[in-house]
């Protein structure tokens, strides 16, 4: 049952970025035709990675009870497959944030330019006699 509870609780601090990223999801998709060219799919596959990401540490957090309790791996080994495993999900991590950033440079927008253009002076009105 401590393992429920440890799981319970690895989800819940994970609730806060799964929350920002399927709403993330929710809104790209919805908004989908106002991106231009490939900004969509590249903001799209950038959540989904994320999600990934968010997803397989739950996991992995949520596996270390039983890694070390049921002596899955032994803990002179456990050192290695955490940082094998926490590399992968930097990976993930780094990957996810690349696609996000190509999604902003994607979109092609770009501002306005500053016109140099000045209003004409208004006219004066001639001197009253």
């Known amino acids: 049952m401590d393992q429920v509870g440890y799981v319970a609780g690895q989800l819940i601090a994970q609730l806060p970025a799964l929350l920002v990223l399927v709403v993330g ?5 919805a908004r989908r035709r106002m ?21 397989a540490t739950v996991g992995w957090t949520a596996s270390f009870p039983w890694l070390i309790g049921d002596d ?13 495993v926490g590399m992968m999900l930097t990976l993930l991590h780094a990957v996810g944030l690349a696609l996000m950033i ?9 501002a306005a330019p500053v016109s140099q253009w000045e209003p004409p002076e208004p006219p004066t009105a001639p001197p009253l006699r």
């Open 102 to 110: 190509a999604a902003l440079l994607a979109s092609g927008r770009r």
């Open 72 to 84: 899955v791996v032994d803990l002179s080994d456990f050192g290695l497959l955490a940082f094998a």
């Open 35 to 55: 991106l231009t060219g490939r900004s969509g799919a590249l903001a799209v596959a950038g959540l989904i990675v994320l999600l990934v990401g968010v997803i």
């Open 25 to 29: 999801l929710a809104l790209v998709a």
